[in-house]
T-cell receptor, first 110, second 115 residues
Framework: GQNIDQPTEMTATEGAIVQINCTYQ??????LFWYQQHAGEAPTFLSY????GLEEKGRFSSFLSRSKGYSYLLLKELQMKDSASYLC???????????FGKGTKLSVIP | DAGVIQSPRHEVTEMGQEVTLRCKPI?????LFWYRQTMMRGLELLIY????????DSGMPEDRFSAKMPNASFSTLKIQPSEPRDSAVYFC?????????????FGQGTRLTVV
């Protein structure tokens, strides 16, 4: 089975940096996704990590440590539009066992 | 492509009634997923198909739930009979390629309310 934990809520100030953590326990881990979901909308893909290390994509970066079962999403230069839920999803190797965390609701304040 | 298309966007039904949710995946995608999202449980995978064949339905909560994919461009999720605890947002998503490394594209969801 799979278990994914992430904080329920976070608040950060516009222009700041925020790190959203995700820990996972899974059998047959393949890689880890991050999705963004604005209220009332569908999740949209942000990043995918399969190897250890940091993947940078503009203002957003994602980090993975396979040995520690740990990932984080780093958002820089926060904007009001970054207020959303951020979902961590572990992918199981060899099958499509895809488990989402419950999401972290990020509120960006002026 | 217009993306993943789901219908209806909203559905209100009475307990005991049959509910059918519909999904058109992105053309060329070979994986299709049905998810359910609630505040309490988050986003849960119900079932997924590969090339129209159901691969894993272990997330389907009960026999009241069934899903079909008669062809590459259409899938349904049916609840019969519906119960108030089935109230949730149901998402359909599709992706291309094997393994776990390809992103899923989600439809806008169907908000189901069972009264």
């Amino acid at each position: 089975g799979q278990n994914i934990d992430q904080p329920t809520e976070m608040t950060a100030t516009e222009g700041a940096i925020v790190q959203i953590n995700c820990t996972y326990q899974t059998s047959g881990f393949n890689g880890l996704f991050w999705y963004q979901q604005h209220a009332g909308e569908a999740p949209t893909f942000l990043s995918y990590n399969v190897l250890d290390g940091l993947e940078e994509k503009g203002r957003f970066s994602s980090f993975l440590s396979r040995s520690k079962g740990y990932s984080y999403l780093l958002l820089k230069e926060l904007q009001m539009k970054d207020s959303a839920s951020y979902l961590c999803q572990a992918s199981g190797a060899g099958s499509y066992q895809l488990t989402f965390g419950k999401g972290t609701k990020l509120s960006v304040i002026p | 492509d217009a993306g993943v298309i789901q219908s209806p966007r909203h559905e209100v039904t009475e307990m005991g009634q049959e509910v059918t949710l519909r999904c058109k995946p992105i053309s060329g995608h070979d994986y299709l997923f049905w998810y359910r999202q609630t505040m309490m449980r988050g986003l849960e995978l119900l079932i997924y198909f590969n090339n129209n064949v159901p691969i894993d339905d272990s997330g389907m909560p009960e026999d009241r739930f069934s899903a079909k994919m008669p062809n590459a461009s259409f899938s349904t999720l049916k609840i019969q009979p519906s119960e108030p605890r089935d109230s949730a947002v149901y998402f359909c998503a599709s992706s291309y390629g094997q393994g776990g490394g390809t992103e899923a594209f989600f439809g806008q969801g169907t908000r189901l309310t069972v009264v």
